[in-house]
C-alpha cells in the first residue's frame, strides 16, 4: 500500500513538472482569433419545430491575466435553420426569379475564457453574455448569376440569452491550432418563423404564422485558431 502511494505522488509530481516544463516554454500572455464551421441542435420546445442548423463563427480573444491563462472571449455567429426557393414570375413567366426564403440566427456574446493548461493541447472552458437576433428574410434571385436583389426582412426578434461551454485546442504547428468546442446556449422565449410559415396569398398579399417557445441550442465546432502575442 505505501509502494503504491509513492508511486501515486511519484507520477503527480512527474505530471506537475511536465506541465511545469509546458507553461516554461509558453510564458506570458496570448490572445487568439478563429474561424470555426458550427452545427447546431435545437433543444427543448425549439427542436419540435426547428431542423438542425449550420454556420460560421468568429471568435476572439484578448489576454486579462500575466499567465494568459485567464481572456476576454468575443464570438459572433451566424446559423442558418431553414431554407425555401419558390419560381417567381415577373410580368410574364417569360422573366422569371427565384424566391429564396432564409431562416436564420445571428448572435453575439461576451464572457470569460479560462485556458486549463497551455501547450501544444490546451483545454478551455468558458461563459459569455449576449443577443440573439432570429430573423426571416426573402429575396429574388434573377437566375442570370447576377446574384440576390430586392431583399426584404419578412420577421425578426431579438432575445438576450447565456452561452457556456468548452473544448480542446491542438497545435498543428507554430501558432496555429486545430480547435474542437462545445457550447449549450440558453436563449430566453423567442418569436421566429420557420419553413412553410410564410404563404402567399392570391391576391398578392403574405401571411405569416410565427412561433413563440424557449430558443435554447447545443452547438458543436471545428474550425481554426491563430494565437496573437
Not at 118 to 132: C, K, Q
Not at 133 to 142: A, E, N, R, W
Amino acid at each position: 500500500m505505501r509502494c503504491a502511494k509513492l508511486n501515486i505522488v511519484a507520477m503527480f509530481v512527474g505530471l506537475t513538472l511536465s506541465t511545469g516544463g509546458v507553461e516554461a516554454q509558453h510564458r506570458g500572455p496570448v490572445g487568439f482569433v478563429g474561424l470555426s464551421f458550427v452545427a447546431a441542435n435545437p433543444v427543448g420546445d425549439l427542436a419540435t419545430l426547428v431542423d438542425d442548423g449550420f454556420g460560421v463563427e468568429l471568435s476572439g480573444g484578448a489576454p486579462m491575466t500575466a499567465n494568459g491563462h485567464l481572456r476576454i472571449r468575443v464570438d459572433l455567429g451566424a446559423l442558418v435553420y431553414g431554407h425555401e426557393r419558390l419560381f417567381y414570375c415577373e410580368f410574364t413567366c417569360r422573366i422569371g426569379s427565384d424566391v429564396t426564403t432564409t431562416n436564420s440566427i445571428l448572435y453575439g456574446s461576451v464572457g470569460p475564457e479560462i485556458v486549463l493548461v497551455r501547450g501544444d493541447i490546451e483545454p478551455y472552458v468558458h461563459a459569455g453574455a449576449g443577443l440573439s437576433y432570429f430573423v426571416t428574410s426573402s429575396h429574388l434571385d434573377d437566375n442570370d448569376g447576377y446574384g440576390p436583389y430586392l431583399e426584404t426582412t419578412n420577421y425578426s426578434d431579438t432575445v438576450f440569452g447565456w452561452r457556456y461551454g468548452g473544448g480542446l485546442r491542438f497545435r498543428a504547428g507554430g501558432r496555429t491550432f486545430i480547435d474542437l468546442g462545445v457550447e449549450k446556449v440558453d436563449n430566453q422565449v423567442a418569436s421566429y418563423l420557420t419553413e412553410d410559415d410564410v404563404v402567399d396569398q392570391a391576391d398578392g398579399s403574405v401571411l405569416l404564422y410565427p412561433n413563440r417557445s424557449d430558443a435554447d441550442l447545443m452547438s458543436f465546432s471545428v474550425g481554426v485558431t491563430f494565437a496573437l502575442r
